[in-house]
T-cell receptor, first 114, second 108 residues
Framework: GAVVSQHPSRVICKSGTSVKIECRSLDFQATTMFWYRQFPKQSLMLMATSNEGSKATYEQGVEKDKFLINHASLTLSTLTVTSAHPEDSSFYIC??????????FGQGTRLTVV | QKEVEQDPGPLSVPEGAIVSLNCTYSNSAFQYFMWYRQYSRKGPELLMYTYSSGNKEDGRFTAQVDKSSKYISLFIRDSQPSDSATYLCAMSAVIRIFGTGTRLKVLA
């Protein structure tokens, strides 16, 4: 399958700081990227969908000013958690799609806000 | 009613058993049906996808879609301890919707 690289895999930050997570499609052009959040033993919760060159579409209840998404190119999308709080601690996963059924996932980023 | 329903498990089976994992859904617009496997603290990995109704086989895995019943299944033959993971179904018309995932434990 296609390769999607997510970085960093793990980050610990202080409350009030911002954290940027990168998602790269390494061997295909991702027209659409998805950002998910996953709490322990729960399923993926879609946060937002982004198409290259367009503003991201956020799911209901997701604060767009807190979770900034940039999809500047067909191979890179970033999620920035601004002014992070301990309740933002979670597993964040991106996936990238070239428009067909398959969506390939990154390895995930475990964010811990202390 | 949730759009996609999946039993969260855990489901424990002995090594070598045939495992059946299932999801039901309510939206008849779904056309693509996917199964993902997620190991602990890792991102999901696409196992199989099918378009519309029918069966698809890949090694020990068989995916089955019955659109008339709005029911999809993933069968794992000769299950191995390495198959122990959470299995998520997902379906897509425009937006991909995930099931909650079923935790599977294959006991050696």
């Amino acid at each position: 399958g296609a390769v999607v690289s997510q970085h960093p895999s793990r980050v610990i930050c202080k409350s009030g700081t911002s954290v940027k997570i990168e998602c790269r499609s390494l061997d295909f052009q991702a027209t659409t990227m998805f950002w998910y959040r996953q709490f322990p033993k729960q399923s993926l919760m879609l946060m937002a969908t982004s198409n290259e060159g367009s503003k991201a579409t956020y799911e209901q209840g997701v604060e767009k000013d807190k979770f900034l998404i940039n999809h500047a190119s067909l191979t890179l999308s970033t999620l920035t958690v601004t002014s992070a709080h301990p309740e933002d601690s979670s597993f964040y996963i991106c996936s990238a799609s070239a428009g067909k059924a398959e969506a390939f996932f990154g390895q995930g980023t475990r964010l811990t806000v202390v | 009613q949730k759009e996609v329903e999946q039993d969260p498990g855990p489901l424990s089976v002995p090594e070598g058993a045939i495992v059946s994992l299932n999801c039901t859904y309510s939206n008849s617009a779904f056309q693509y049906f996917m199964w993902y496997r997620q190991y602990s603290r890792k991102g999901p990995e696409l196992l199989m996808y099918t378009y519309s109704s029918g069966n698809k086989e890949d090694g020990r895995f068989t995916a089955q879609v019955d659109k008339s019943s709005k029911y999809i299944s993933l069968f794992i033959r000769d299950s191995q301890p390495s198959d122990s993971a959470t299995y998520l179904c997902a379906m897509s018309a425009v937006i991909r919707i995930f099931g909650t995932g079923t935790r599977l434990k294959v006991l050696a």
